[in-house]
């Protein structure tokens, strides 16, 4: 079986995720990087055959699909790894596949935790435009904690938001 061979021609320049820049953005920079490399599906884990005959059909191209998914699983794992700082790194180092190392990620910094939320929900009433911050950057400084409220279920609304920007 043929595959496509993605071309790695293009250079992106992904933050290192630290713990401390917003989770939510970082991971979809990530799962841009990972698609523009023919890699995300590692995301999913290994395929599963749902059935007999599906097993039987991947028993004559085992070797060649297992050699294919470690390599894509492999050059997922250290995609993600290489966007980390060494302190986050230090705390995935056992994860050895790109869901594990994804999943892990997610259970650390993306926690509906209630102290996570307290504590995104104090930085969206305590964001104050600081003098020489232009309108843009504030304005994505809180739609970017806003993003992140809303990946762990919690809705803010419009008025909430407008009463950030006066």
Request: net charge negative; glycine share 8%; proline share 1%.
């Amino acid at each position: 079986m043929e595959r496509f061979k993605y071309s790695n021609v293009i250079k992106f320049d992904v933050e290192k995720f630290d713990g401390k820049i917003n989770s939510g953005l970082w991971q979809i920079q990530v799962q841009d990087l990972l698609t523009q490399g023919g890699l995300c599906k590692a995301l999913n884990g290994k395929p599963i055959p749902k059935n007999l005959i599906e097993v039987i059909a991947a028993q004559r191209t085992d070797d060649d699909e297992e050699e294919y998914w470690e390599d894509l699983d492999s050059r997922a794992t250290s995609g993600i790894r290489l966007c980390l700082t060494k302190n986050v790194l230090a705390n995935v180092v056992g994860k050895k596949t790109a869901k594990g190392l994804w999943e892990k990620l997610e259970s650390l910094y993306q926690t509906k935790s209630l102290s996570n939320r307290l504590y995104l929900k104090e930085r969206l009433h305590m964001l104050k435009m600081n003098e020489g911050t232009t309108a843009g950057d504030h304005l994505g400084s809180l739609n970017g904690i806003v993003l992140e409220l809303e990946s762990i279920g919690v809705k803010v609304e419009d008025e909430d938001k407008a009463l950030q920007l006066i």
